[in-house]
């Protein structure tokens, strides 16, 4: 009896847990997008237009800005690395590309938000973001791979969550 009674008052918030991860798969958008690093055509592709869009803040290497982890004195912060010692690789495919496409200030709902980062829909095609990203993600270690992997499966409601231990995640999060 009150197993079933458990899982009737619990029914409302189960609804919304696979809502949120429908929503969660999809962003802002409403379309899920993977990434293609191990397409080398596309990935060589997306180096040029790293180069082009990208590389003048997030550097040549994907080094970022020194100390990024600062903000200016107006309140901004420099442009993170997309290498190993950033954190782009922690987040998934699809949020990715609608950080790229749209902008933070979108993603997180705050449209006050305020960051250097340009919003990339009106200047490159969604094939481009892809291909810029998937030169991104393709140029990250195995260990970064794996946890992104894990995270976008996550995301993706196709895993319950990342098992993959990371010896720097661990770091961070301690
Ligand atoms: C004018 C400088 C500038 C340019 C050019 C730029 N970015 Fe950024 N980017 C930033 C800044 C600054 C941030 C940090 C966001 C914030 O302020 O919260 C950022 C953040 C990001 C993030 C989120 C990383 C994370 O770990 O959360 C991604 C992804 C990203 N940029 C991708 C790109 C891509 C792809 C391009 C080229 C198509 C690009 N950026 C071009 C300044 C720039």
């Known amino acids: 009896m009150k197993p079933a009674l458990t899982t009737i008052s619990l029914f409302p918030l189960i609804l919304v847990w696979v809502w949120s991860w429908a929503i969660a798969s999809e962003g802002v958008d409403g379309i899920r997008v993977s990434l293609k690093s191990e397409d080398l055509v596309i990935v060589q592709a997306g ?13 040549v290497y994907l080094e970022g800005q020194p100390d990024w982890r600062t903000r200016d004195a107006s309140g901004l912060l420099p442009a993170p690395p997309h290498d190993a010692t950033g954190h782009t690789w922690h987040h998934a495919d699809d949020l990715l590309f609608e950080i790229t496409k749209y902008g933070a200030a979108v993603i997180i709902g705050d449209k006050n938000y305020k960051t250097n980062m340009p919003v990339y829909k009106d200047i490159l095609s969604d094939q481009d973001i892809i291909a810029v990203l998937s030169f991104i993600k393709n140029s990250w270690p195995e ?7 894990e995270v976008t499966a996550t995301a993706n409601g196709e895993a319950p969550e990342p098992t993959y231990k990371s010896p720097i995640l661990d770091k961070l999060f301690k």
């Not at 180096?47 to 550097?59: D, F, L, N, P």
């Not at 260990?143 to 992997?149: A, T, Y």
């Open 47 to 59: 180096e040029k237009i790293y180069q082009t869009h990208c590389a003048s803040c997030h550097g």
């Open 143 to 149: 260990e970064q791979r794996v946890w992104q992997e």
